[in-house]
Structure formats: C-alpha cells, structure tokens
C-alpha cells in the first residue's frame, strides 16, 4: 500500500505560527522533505526543528540555481524543470514503499512555493493532502498593524519580478498590494511604486515573524540590502491611486488640502473610447500637468501612470459626490482633472461638476471662484458613426436608455417626438443586467412610428481589440445581443447602406 503525500505549510518563521494539524503530522511523518538553498540551511526545516522525530527519513532538495548563472544546456529553466523531475522521484520512491511523506513549505504550501510542482507531479499518483499555513505577507501585514484592505477593497498579490510599467499598472489600479519576490528587483519595483503614487504609504518588511524582523518605509531602503525574505505591503486604507472611499463607495471627503489663496483650475476631460490615439493632445496635456484624477475606476485606469499624479476612483453611480471631491481639491490649489470616457459633455461628467459645484456655491460662495474647463473628447457616437460610415451626415439625436436619473414615461416620449423628426437616433446604455427589458420596449415604441426596414447600427467595444459592428435593420434587431458596451444607431427613412457603407444624405426632402 502507497504512502500518504502530505504538503505541510509552516507559516512564515515563527515556529509558534505552525498549525496545529501541521504540528500533528510533522511529528508522525515517515519522511520530512524540505528544499534548501545549495550551501544554505533550508528555512522550512529550521521552523519545524523541533516537531521532527528522530525516527524519520530526512530528504533535503537542494536547488541547483537560485540567482546565479548554470551551465545546464537548458539554462535556467533546463536545470530547474530537472531538479523538479528527480526531487519528485526521490519522494515517490518512498511513497511507492509505503512511507507517508510531508513536504515542508515555507509560509503556505499554494502560495509562490515549490511544493505545488511536487504536487503537480506526485498529486495524480499518491493519496495527497495539502495543510495550508499562514503566509509571508499575513505576517507582515500584522506586523505593519495597518488594515491591507476593508469592506469592498481589492488585494492584489504581485510578484516584483513583474515588468516595471505592468507593475506600475496594476498597483494604480488595485486599493491594496502586496509585493513578493524583491531582491535584486527591487529598484524597480520602488520605481514602479513611486510611478504608480504608491510609494509614500508602502511600508518594507523583512523576514516577518522572525527574530530579525524589520520593517520600514519603501522610501528609507537601502536597495543594496534586500534579502529575499522581504515583501512590501501596500494599505488599501491610505490616501491613495483609488482615493479614500466611504461605505457606500464614494469618494469620502479626506485628505482635502486647507483652502488655497486662489483655487486652481478644474479640468473635465474626455479620453475618447478607448484607444490611445483616440486621445486628443490637448486632453493628454492637461493630464500630464495635473496633480490628482478622479473618476470612474475604468476610466482612471486609462489615464498614464506617473511619479507625483495621486488617481482617486469609485463606482458608476457616485458622480456628484467625486465632482465634489474634485472640487474639494481644486479650492485648495490643487491641480485637478476629472475623467468621462468618450467626450465629458455627452452623458459624462461635464454636468455632474457643474451640479456640484452649483451645490457647494449654496454652501459656501468660494466655491464659484473655482474655474471648471471642459475638455472635449472623441464620442462613442462619433466613433461607431465612423466606423459604419457616415449614418450621422445629416440631422441626428442622442438618447441614453437610463432611467437611473429620469422617468421611463419621459424615455418613451422623447423617443415618439424623435421617430416623428425622422431623426437618426443614436442609443446610449441600451442595455444592462438591471435594465434587460428597456431597449425592446425603445424599440417596440420606435416600430410603431418608424418602417422595420429601417437601417440600425450596432458598434461594440469600438476602438479596441474586441471592436464589433453589425449593420441590420430595426424588424431584425435582437435586443438580447446588445449590452452595456454596445451603442446604437437607428436610421432615418433616408439612411441607407451602400457598398458597406452606412450613410445618410444631407438634404432633406419637403414634406
């Protein structure tokens, strides 16, 4: 009868941090196996020292290259997937004997470690169980003593061997991080922090919950210093990329500077749909110069990450309470950009700002000395016009489908009054997982005034990778194959569809 293969994590260092399941099997293990440095004492065996019995087979995997370099033909990744090949058949041969074998992993054994390759090797073979331990970063959060992320925060793990900008990337766009795997990498990764306006509340912790625990901040590390048992934590509850949020999701009113002598400009910017080059200059200046963005979380994702830009973003229904925030910032000098996708003016932020700022004057009159520019953006509408052709060369209109901010029945009659204009209608938010019934219900309203021949346009993802435009007609249009990142376009009697183009002419018959 085969042995039991057990992966048996052991925390990050402190012995007192091995479970109790952990404790019970290491002290009945036939083999102990544990991976070691060459030349260097394996950290995994020296947590559970005095759980091992004297009785058991001690296997230690020595890797045959951390950092330096291998004369393996296969190089690096040669000699590694061979250590892994021979430390695996090392173990099964005990196993095949009927010995139950525990793998030792530092901090938890599905976590960064090289038990998962055992796993992966032995797992379909043998009886195998996994004990999970408390990880590196745990320890280190507890010793920070600052909350890694609450409520409806996102943690984000990542590893510092990550290219500098994609790191730079993720840790704009997450509330809390964690940065593993730093050694040599670390310059780079304090770069890709100080790129990313993390690096004044990233805090390095070295060897958590061992003797030699240290920690402080990021900005004080010598770099020449960094062992491999260090990490970086990141708070989710700082002022921050996301900016300091309240239960419900909106910007909270914190970290606002005192008021300045003279409030600096506010700019609302549109970014386009969504490709790079489909960002006008004039909004890629303004974003270079400011020293905060806030807005939509997608939306302030796209923005360019830089040392100095502190990014604050929330979810989609808090508009005046983060035009409120902008606000806030630029009454105390501070350089401010809010961010709509498409153009700011077209269902954007362009409105929210000024109805916020509107309520603040009612609060207090400094509010109207600051000055609001609005920055004009490419629209989905242009966009997925461009893309058909030119359904929009002659008289046209805009709708949103939202109801979120005014009554069905006021949808309804403008949709009439528009198909009654023989209007090009272009649709925005037509529809959503709460809204699945509002765009066959649009319509069923525009049939009744409108012929079913009547060309429609459906662009999706327009601009980017996943781009999609499908031309039918409104009798044939599905609403079931429209969604949140569609917009549509519905003809006028004269637009027509020629040579793959969708067109409609500029004149206009009499009556």
Request: hydrophobic residues 50%; positive net charge; charged residues 20%.
């Given at each position: 009868m085969s042995g039991r293969f057990w992966g048996v994590g052991v925390g990050p260092g402190d012995p007192g941090l091995v479970t109790l399941k952990a404790?019970?099997?290491?002290?009945?293990?036939?083999?102990?196996?544990?991976?070691?440095?060459?030349?260097?004492?394996?950290?995994?065996?020296?947590?559970?020292?005095?759980?091992?019995?004297a009785t058991a087979v001690e296997e230690e995997l020595v890797y045959p290259v951390t950092t330096g370099g291998t004369d393996h033909p296969g190089g690096y990744a040669g000699a590694m997937a061979d250590f892994y090949l021979e430390s695996a058949a090392r173990l099964a041969a005990h196993l095949e004997a009927g010995r139950d074998v525990v793998l030792l992993a530092e901090g938890d054994p599905m976590f960064y470690g090289s038990y998962m390759y055992m796993h992966d090797a032995l797992a379909e073979r043998f009886t195998t169980e996994v004990v999970p331990g408390v990880p590196a970063f745990a320890a280190a959060t507890a010793t920070v003593a600052s909350p890694l992320v609450r409520q409806?925060?996102?943690?984000?793990?990542?590893?510092?061997t990550l290219p500098e900008t994609e790191l730079a990337r993720r840790l704009a766009d997450t509330d809390g991080a964690i940065i593993m795997k730093l050694g040599r990498r670390f310059p780079a990764v304090r770069r890709a922090l100080a790129a990313a306006g993390r690096l004044e509340h990233a805090v390095y912790v070295e060897r958590a919950s061992m003797a030699e625990e240290r920690h402080l901040r990021v900005a004080d590390v010598d770099p020449t210093s960094v062992p491999y048992f260090s990490l970086i934590v990141v708070a989710g509850d700082?002022?921050?990329?996301?900016?300091?949020?309240?239960?419900?999701?909106?910007?909270?009113?914190?970290?606002?500077?005192?008021?300045?002598?003279?409030?600096?400009?506010?700019?609302?910017?549109?970014?386009?749909?969504?490709p790079e080059q489909w960002l006008t200059p004039e909004a890629s200046a303004v974003l270079a110069e400011v020293d905060h963005v806030v807005g939509y979380a997608p939306y302030v994702k796209r923005v360019p990450h830089r040392e100095g830009l502190t990014r604050h973003a929330s979810g989609n229904t808090v508009e005046v309470d983060r035009a409120r925030l902008a606000l806030d910032l630029a009454l105390g000098g501070e350089r401010v950009a809010v961010v709509s996708g498409g153009d700011a003016g077209v269902f954007g932020m362009a409105t929210a700002v000024f109805e916020a700022q509107e309520r603040a004057v009612g609060e207090d009159a400094a509010y109207a000395g600051v000055p609001v520019r609005v920055v004009p953006g490419v629209s989905a509408v242009q966009a997925v016009a461009a893309r058909a052709g030119a359904p929009i060369g002659g008289d046209f209109a805009v709708m949103s489908l939202s109801d979120r901010l005014k009554p069905w029945s006021v949808i309804e009659r403008r949709l009439r009054a528009v198909a009654e204009a023989d209007l090009v209608l272009a649709l925005y938010n037509p529809r959503s997982a709460s809204r699945p019934d509002q765009l066959g219900e649009a319509l069923k309203v525009l049939a009744e005034l409108k012929d079913a021949a009547t060309v429609v346009v459906v662009g999706r993802d327009v601009g980017r990778a996943e781009e999609t435009l499908r031309v039918t007609t409104l009798g044939e249009l599905d609403p079931e194959t429209v969604d949140m990142k569609c917009l549509v376009l519905v003809g006028a009697s004269t637009t027509r569809v020629d040579h793959g183009h969708v067109w409609t002419p500029r004149s206009v018959p009499e009556a």
């Open positions: 404790a019970r099997l290491i002290e009945a293990a036939d083999v102990v196996a544990y991976h070691a440095g060459r030349g260097k004492r394996s950290n995994a065996r020296r947590i559970a020292a005095d759980l091992i019995p409806t925060d996102v943690l984000t793990i990542l590893p510092g700082s002022v921050h990329s996301t900016g300091r949020r309240d239960a419900t999701g909106a910007p909270a009113p914190a970290a606002v500077p005192a008021r300045a002598a003279v409030a600096a400009e506010l700019a609302v910017v549109g970014l386009g749909p969504g």
